[in-house]
C-alpha cells in the first residue's frame, strides 16, 4: 500500500507540507520506494514532480491505511475546475494554509505511528539540482541540470530527447525509472537502433469529451471494481493534472444565419445533457481534473493558447511541460516546444493513475527548413506539401524534429499547424524547439512577463533553447530531410487520404484522373459517358443543378487551422474580394465556419472581415470541431435527394487534417482538404472541377469574368491585416472568462457523491461489463483456439471505419437499439457522443461463447486515436488482429484490451497465404507470461490444414528473469509485474486481461 505524506528538509510546520513523497510500505517489512505523486485533496492541483523525498530503502515501516485522512479537505474555487490558478503558485499556497489544522493532524497521527517526515536519502541525481537565479536576485526555483552532467553526448541529442532524458532523471527512483533508463536516453544515438524501451511519466495528461466521457466512464467502474475487491475507491483518482476540453458535440445544424452559433449550442446541450452533467460530475468526484465547458473552443487550440505551460514550476522545481492526450492531434502543441502526442484513452486513463508509460526510444528525423514561402502561399500548403514528404521517407514510431534558417520565417501558428498533422505524416512527434518566436507568441497569447522571463531562463540553463542569432552546434538525427520554403506550393489534398497532395494547377486534370479510375484512393470508376452528367433539381424554389465534383460542402473548421490569424484573415480578405466583385456562393452549397477559440471571433470582428464572411455564407456556427470530425449536419433535403437518386460523386472541401471516405459527411464522397481561403474559393466555384489559372470563378457585378488571381490576396495585404487585428488583449479577456462557463453548463445540477449512481435507462451512460466478476488472480496468457474470422480487410483501414465518430444511420444496429429504448430519430445524436454506453457501441457477438478474430492489411487502425476501435472487437469476442501493419496508437489500444497484435511476415498477407476468411484459427500462445517475448515468432493454422508464422507485436519488454527474481525477493510476492519495479509493459497487460485490470489489481494490493 502507500503512504501519502508531505515532507520538507527544514521543519514539521504545516506550512512545509509542499513536498510529497509517496512510499510503498510492504507487509512484509521490508520496504520499497515509489516515489510518484499522490494529491490527497482537489487543493494540490499541482502536483510535485517525483524527486522530492525518497526513504531509505534499509527502513522498515509497518504497513498502514489512512488514505482518507484529508479526504474532507475541499477548495473553495468552482467545483468543475481544478480549483486553482496555474499561473498562481501563491493561490496554491494560500489554500494551503487555509487547510493547517487538518494537516497538522495528519502530521501528529503519521509521528505517533513512528513514521519520520524526513526519512529522506538523497535523490539519485541530487548532485545536479541547481538553483535556477532571477536576474533581479533570488532564485525562479531548482532544476535539474543536463549541462552539470558533464557528457559530451548530451550536446548532440535532438531536443526532443533531452525532454525524455530530463525526465527520466527527475523521476529516477531506481524502481520505476532507473540509472539504466537515463543511460539509454542519454546514449541515444547508439541505443534508439537497438528499439530499447524507456518508461516516460508526462507532466499532464488532456482529454476532449468524445474520448473523455469513455474515459471518465472507466475511472467510475474502475471505482466500483476497486470496492468489490475490499479497497478504497478513492484510490482512483488522478495524480497529474487532467485537462479536458468540451469541443466534440457541436453540430452544424444551422448555418447560414445570423444566429448560428446560439441555434447550434442549444441543440447541443439538449442532446448532451446526461453528458454533460456526467462530465461536471467527474470534475467534482475525481481530484486533479479541470473540464472547459462546452462553447469554449478546439482541445488543441486551446491547449496551445492557454494550457501548455511549458515548463512547469512546482513548488519551485522548474521541468518541462509534457503531454499525452487521447486525441491524436495532442501533437499540435509540439509547435510550442512542448513534447505531446496522442495515446489511446486506456492508456492515458493509466498514465492518470500514475503508471509510467512505456515506449520505445525513438529515433528521431531531422527536417531543416530553408528559404521562405513565396507570396501567396499558406502554411496549409506547407504542412501538406510536408506531410506528403514524411509519409514517403516513412517516419512511423519516430520524432520528427525541425530545425534550420527557415525557423524564423515561420510564425509560431506556421509551425502548430505542421505539429498538428504529424498522425497524417505518421511521426509521434513534429517537435519544434522554443525559441525567440515561441516566447512572442507566450507573450502574445497573454503569458505573464514573469512567466515568459522564467521558460526562458529555465530553457536556456538546461540547454533546451534554441537561439539562431548564435552560432548552433550539430546535433545527430536518425536521418535527414530539407525543405527549401521557396519550393512549396499551392495545394490541397484528396479525394480521400489526407497525404494525397495534388497541386492547385494540376487539379482539374487530377480530378479527371479520379473520375475514370477504378475505385480506391484516388478513384471512383465513373464511366465516360457519365462524367458530364448535369442534375437539375429545386433548392426552396430556386433553380439549382449539380454535376459530379460540385461542391456541397465548404467548412472552415479544425484546430489545424482555425488557430493561425494569417490563414483565417485571409479566408476574410477572399471573402471581401470577391463580395466587393459581385461573386456570391450559391445557397445549396452548405457553408460553415467554426473557430478554435473565441480569440478567432474577436480578431475577425475587429478587422471587418467577419462581415464579408457572412455574405458569403460563412456564419459562425459554433466552437468546436464540427465538420472536421464529421458534425457536419444534415445536408438540406433536396440536396441529399439530387445526389443520392443520381449517384453524384459530391464534394466537400474544408480546412481539416482528415478525409477519409465517409468522415466527413455520407453523402460527400470526395473530400478534399485546404487551407481556409481556398475553402472560400472553391465555394465560389461551386466544384472541384475546375483550373484556377484558367477558368474564371464566376462573373462580376459588371459582367466581367472573375479569375482566382482576382480575389487572392498578398501575403503583405495578410500580414499587414494580423499586425492590425490580432491583439494580446484579445487572448487575455477569452481566457479569463473560458473557466466560468456559460449559463446553461452552470445551471447543471450534479450528485456530491465520490461513486456515480448508474442509470440503467441512460442511453448516454452505461457501466460498461469489463469489471464483472474480476477477481484478484490475473487471468494468465490467453491462446485462441478454432476462432471464425469476423471481417477480412485489405488495406488503411481506419479507425472511422471500425468505430465511427459521426452520425448514426437510421438502419443500424445501434438506431435500433436507440427506438427500442424511445429515443426519437431526431434524438440519436453521434456515435462519439454516445461511447459512454457500450451498448450503444458494440453489437455483442459473444453469447456461443466462440472466439473471432479480424484479418487485415497495411495500416491497421490509422486515423483518431479512439480507444472504441479496441473496446468494440473486445466486446465482440475479438482476441487477436492479424495485419501487415498497425497504426502505432491502435496496436497500443487493442494490447490495452487484451487482443494480441499479430503481423504477417514481410511479404506475406491473406491473400498471398489463400486465406478466405472462412477457416477456424488457432493461434499457439505459451500459458506463462514469463515464455512470451515481444517480437517472437507465433504459429497460426486453420481447421483446413493451412499454418503460417506470425510476429508478435507486444513493443515491450517485460523482466528479465535477474529482475524478475528480485522483484520477488524484494516484495516477498510471486507476482513480477509490480509498478514499482517492473515497467508498466504491454506483456504484463495481456496478462492481467488489460491495462485497467492491471492497474486495479495494483492498486487494490497497495
Not at 517537435?431 to 497573454?446: A, E, I, R, S
Not at 460527400?668 to 470563378?697: C, H, M
Amino acid at each position: 500500500m502507500y503512504l501519502s505524506t508531505y515532507c520538507s528538509s527544514s521543519s514539521t510546520s504545516s506550512s512545509s507540507i509542499l513536498r510529497a513523497c509517496r512510499v510503498r510500505f510492504a507487509s512484509t517489512y521490508s520496504a520499497s520506494v515509489n516515489h510518484s505523486f499522490s494529491s490527497p485533496s482537489r487543493i494540490f492541483t499541482r502536483n510535485p514532480p517525483s524527486h522530492a523525498c525518497t526513504p531509505p530503502s534499509n527502513v522498515s515501516y509497518r504497513s498502514l491505511s489512512f488514505s482518507s485522512a484529508l479526504r474532507s479537505i475541499r477548495c473553495s474555487a468552482p467545483r468543475w475546475s481544478h480549483g486553482v490558478d496555474w499561473r498562481s503558485p501563491v493561490s496554491l499556497r494560500a489554500q494551503i494554509r487555509t487547510a493547517s489544522p487538518v494537516l497538522e493532524r495528519f502530521e501528529r497521527k503519521i509521528a505517533s505511528m513512528g513514521l519520520p517526515l524526513h526519512a529522506a536519502s538523497a535523490h539519485p541525481f541530487n548532485g545536479i539540482l541547481s538553483g535556477l537565479p532571477k536576474p533581479g536576485g533570488g532564485e525562479f526555483g531548482k532544476f535539474y541540470s543536463l549541462p552539470a552532467l558533464n557528457d559530451p553526448r548530451i550536446d548532440k541529442l535532438p531536443y526532443s530527447i533531452r525532454i525524455l532524458l530530463e525526465s527520466a532523471i527527475r523521476n529516477c527512483d531506481n524502481f520505476q525509472v532507473t540509472k539504466e533508463d537515463v543511460e539509454k536516453i542519454i546514449d541515444w544515438e547508439n541505443s534508439a537502433p537497438k528499439q530499447v524501451e524507456i518508461p516516460f511519466k508526462p507532466a499532464r495528461v488532456l482529454l476532449q469529451d468524445f474520448t473523455g466521457v469513455p474515459a471518465v466512464v472507466d475511472l467510475a467502474s474502475m471505482r466500483e471494481a476497486i470496492k468489490d475487491l475490499g479497497s478504497n475507491p478513492d484510490k482512483i483518482n488522478p495524480l497529474v493534472p487532467v485537462d479536458l476540453v468540451i469541443d466534440h458535440s457541436v453540430q452544424v445544424d444551422v448555418a447560414r444565419s445570423e444566429n448560428a452559433v446560439q441555434a447550434n449550442m442549444d441543440l447541443e446541450f439538449k442532446r448532451n445533457k446526461e453528458r454533460f452533467a456526467f462530465l461536471k460530475w467527474g470534475s467534482t468526484a475525481f481530484r486533479n481534473m479541470l473540464v472547459v465547458p462546452p462553447g469554449s473552443g478546439i482541445v488543441h487550440q486551446v491547449n496551445l493558447e492557454y494550457l501548455g505551460r511549458v515548463v512547469f514550476n512546482t513548488e519551485g522545481i522548474l521541468y518541462p511541460d509534457s503531454v499525452v492526450g487521447t486525441d491524436s492531434h495532442t501533437t499540435m502543441i509540439d509547435g510550442l516546444g512542448v513534447a505531446g502526442w496522442g495515446v489511446g484513452g486506456i492508456e492515458a486513463e493509466a498514465a492518470m493513475l500514475g503508471q509510467p508509460m512505456s515506449m520505445v526510444l525513438p529515433g528521431v528525423v531531422g527536417f531543416k527548413l530553408s528559404g521562405k514561402l513565396r507570396d501567396g502561399v499558406t502554411a496549409t500548403d506547407l504542412v501538406l506539401t510536408v506531410t506528403q514528404m514524411l509519409r514517403k521517407h516513412g517516419v512511423v514510431g519516430k520524432f520528427v524534429e525541425f530545425y534550420g534558417e527557415g525557423m524564423g520565417k515561420l510564425s509560431l501558428a506556421d509551425r502548430a499547424t505542421i505539429a498538428n498533422m504529424s498522425p497524417e505524416y505518421g511521426a509521434t512527434m513534429g517537435f519544434f524547439p522554443v525559441d525567440h518566436v515561441t516566447l512572442q507568441y507566450l507573450k502574445l497569447t497573454g503569458r505573464s512577463d514573469d512567466t515568459v522571463a522564467m521558460i526562458e531562463a529555465y530553457l536556456r540553463a538546461n540547454n533546451m533553447f534554441v537561439d539562431y542569432s548564435e552560432p548552433q552546434q550539430d546535433r545527430v538525427y536518425t536521418s535527414y530531410l530539407e525543405l527549401d520554403l521557396a519550393d512549396v506550393e499551392p495545394c490541397i489534398s484528396g479525394p480521400k487520404r489526407p497525404h494525397d497532395r495534388v497541386p492547385l494547377k494540376d487539379m482539374k486534370a487530377d480530378w479527371h484522373l479520379c473520375l475514370d479510375n477504378k475505385v480506391g484512393f484516388k478513384g471512383f470508376a465513373v464511366p465516360k459517358e457519365q462524367q458530364e452528367k448535369v442534375v437539375k433539381f429545386s433548392f426552396h424554389g430556386q433553380p439549382a443543378e449539380l454535376k459530379h465534383g460540385s461542391v456541397v460542402i465548404a467548412a472552415i473548421t479544425s484546430c489545424t487551422n482555425t488557430s493561425n490569424p494569417s490563414v483565417m484573415l485571409g479566408a476574410g480578405l477572399v471573402a471581401k474580394k470577391a463580395c466587393e466583385l459581385g461573386l456570391e456562393v450559391k445557397p445549396w452549397v452548405k457553408t460553415s465556419l467554426a473557430p478554435g477559440s473565441g480569440v478567432v471571433t474577436k480578431y475577425l470582428l475587429q478587422s471587418g472581415l467577419q462581415t464579408y464572411l457572412n455574405q458569403q455564407g460563412f456564419h459562425i456556427v459554433g466552437y468546436g470541431c464540427t465538420t472536421c470530425i464529421g458534425n457536419s449536419g444534415d445536408l438540406d433535403e433536396s440536396v441529399a435527394s439530387a445526389i443520392s437518386d443520381n449517384d453524384l460523386v459530391a464534394a466537400a472541401v474544408l480546412s481539416g487534417n482528415r478525409n477519409f471516405e465517409g468522415r466527413v459527411h455520407p453523402l460527400t464522397r470526395a473530400n478534399y482538404l485546404a487551407s481556409p481561403p481556398l475553402v472560400v474559393a472553391y465555394a465560389l466555384a461551386g466544384t472541384v472541377d475546375i483550373d484556377f489559372e484558367k477558368e474564371p470563378i464566376g462573373t462580376g457585378k459588371d459582367g466581367k469574368s472573375v479569375y482566382f488571381r482576382d480575389i487572392w490576396p498578398t501575403s503583405e495585404e495578410i500580414a499587414q491585416v494580423v499586425q492590425s487585428s490580432v491583439l494580446p488583449e484579445m487572448f487575455k479577456s477569452t481566457y479569463e472568462a473560458i473557466t466560468k462557463g456559460n449559463q446553461i453548463w452552470n445551471q447543471l445540477s450534479v450528485p456530491s457523491s465520490s461513486l456515480y449512481g448508474w442509470d440503467s435507462e441512460s442511453t448516454y451512460i452505461h457501466k460498461p461489463p469489463y469489471f464483472d466478476g474480476m477477481t484478484m488472480d490475473p487471468p494468465g496468457p490467453r491462446g485462441v483456439k478454432d476462432a471464425y474470422c469476423l471481417l477480412l480487410f485489405g488495406d488503411s483501414i481506419t479507425t472511422d471505419h471500425i468505430s465511427p465518430a459521426g452520425s448514426i444511420h437510421k438502419d443500424s444496429p445501434a438506431a435500433k437499439y436507440l427506438m427500442e429504448r424511445g429515443v426519437d430519430r431526431k434524438d440519436f445524436n453521434s456515435y462519439g457522443s454516445r461511447r459512454g454506453n457500450d451498448e450503444v457501441m458494440a453489437r455483442k457477438y459473444k453469447s456461443a461463447g466462440q472466439d473471432t478474430i479480424v484479418l487485415a492489411g497495411a495500416e491497421y487502425g490509422s486515423g483518431s486515436s479512439r480507444d472504441w476501435a479496441a473496446k468494440g472487437p473486445m466486446l465482440q469476442g475479438v482476441k487477436a488482429v492479424i495485419a501487415k501493419s498497425f497504426e502505432r496508437i491502435h496496436r497500443s489500444n487493442l494490447v490495452g484490451m487484451g487482443i494480441v497484435p499479430l503481423c504477417f511476415k514481410p511479404g506475406e498477407d491473406a491473400d498471398t497465404l489463400g486465406l478466405t476468411g472462412h477457416e477456424r484459427y488457432t493461434i499457439d500462445l505459451p500459458t506463462n507470461a514469463s515464455d512470451i517475448r515481444p517480437g517472437q515468432d507465433i504459429t497460426v493454422t486453420t481447421d483446413n490444414g493451412k499454418s503460417f508464422t506470425c510476429t508478435l507485436r507486444f513493443d515491450t519488454e517485460g523482466l528479465d528473469g535477474a529482475k524478475a527474481e528480485s522483484a520477488a525477493d524484494l516484495y516477498g510476492t510471486t507476482v513480477i509485474y509490480e509498478t514499482t519495479w517492473g515497467k508498466v509493459v504491454e506483456l504484463a497487460y495481456f496478462d492481467h486481461g488489460g491495462i485497467l485490470q492491471y492497474v486495479i489489481r495494483n492498486l487494490t494490493k497497495q
